[in-house]
């Protein structure tokens, strides 16, 4: 049992490039979410998914996509990184049902630094 | 708008009992109080959460007021590996549309040997 495996760890980018950020879990969870860390602050919701096929934005969702094609897997795209991007960047994830919510779990980050 | 209110920072001694505060005036009747925390830029992790009734797991107690406008998360044997940020968050329980969790700048508790 993984929990929720994030990759890569690390990550530079040249400002215009593009590249997805993986997130996997196993542990059968329904939910999953995006959420991104700046210096000094807490996190800010990107976008979530609370089922294969169904994903909607949360705080902060301009210049990320998202798709949920499976249970198991949730990817982030950045389609054209800026600077403004640079930021850790979390997965976590969470049973959905009644009764069954008992936290999150997250995995250990993406560091990305967008040149 | 902020649902919690933090102090910003506390430290205390190993092996004592670290008490962590929370306001949460505005907390609706079918929101939990959750805690997460946050161990040097690791993924938070879930801590304990409750309703109306004090709980208790293997990490953590968490004594909410009985009006529920402000809860303690307490740590009773502190450790220095309890160093870290701490959330505390208001939430629905339920479904994932409904149960997004919001952090704030959390607080940041200093063990010290």
């Known amino acids: 049992n993984a929990g929720v495996t994030q990759t890569p760890k690390f990550q530079v980018l040249k400002t215009g490039q593009s590249m997805t950020l993986q997130c996997a879990q196993d542990?059968?969870?329904?939910?999953m979410s995006w959420y991104r860390q700046d210096p000094g602050m807490g996190l800010r919701l990107i976008h979530y998914?609370?089922?294969?096929?169904?994903?909607d934005q949360g705080e902060v969702p301009n210049g990320y996509n998202v798709s949920r094609s499976t249970t198991e897997d949730f990817p982030l795209r950045l389609l054209s990184a800026a600077p403004s991007q640079t930021s850790v960047y979390f997965c976590?994830?969470?049973?959905?049902?009644?009764?069954?919510?008992?936290?999150?779990?997250f995995g250990s980050g993406t560091r990305l630094t967008v040149v | 708008d902020a649902k919690t209110t933090q102090p910003p920072s506390m430290d205390c001694a190993e092996g004592r009992a670290a008490n962590l505060p929370c306001n949460h005036s505005?907390?609706?009747?079918?929101?939990?109080v959750y805690w997460y925390r946050q161990i040097h830029s690791q993924g938070p992790q879930y801590i304990i959460h409750?309703?109306?009734n004090n709980e208790t797991n293997e990490m953590a107690s968490l004594i909410i007021t009985e009006d529920r406008k402000s809860s303690t998360l307490i740590l009773p044997h502190a450790t220095l590996r309890d160093t870290a940020v701490y959330y505390c968050?208001?939430?629905?329980?339920?479904?994932?549309?409904?149960?997004?969790?919001?952090f704030g700048k959390g607080i940041t508790l200093s063990v010290r040997p």
């Open positions: 505005t907390i609706s009747g079918n929101e939990y």
């Open positions: 542990m059968n969870h329904e939910y």
């Open positions: 409750g309703l109306k």
């Open positions: 976590a994830s969470s049973y959905s049902t009644l009764g069954a919510n008992y936290g999150y779990t």
């Open positions: 968050i208001v939430s629905p329980r339920g479904t994932g549309a409904n149960s997004k969790l919001t």
């Open positions: 998914s609370v089922g294969a096929g169904i994903t």
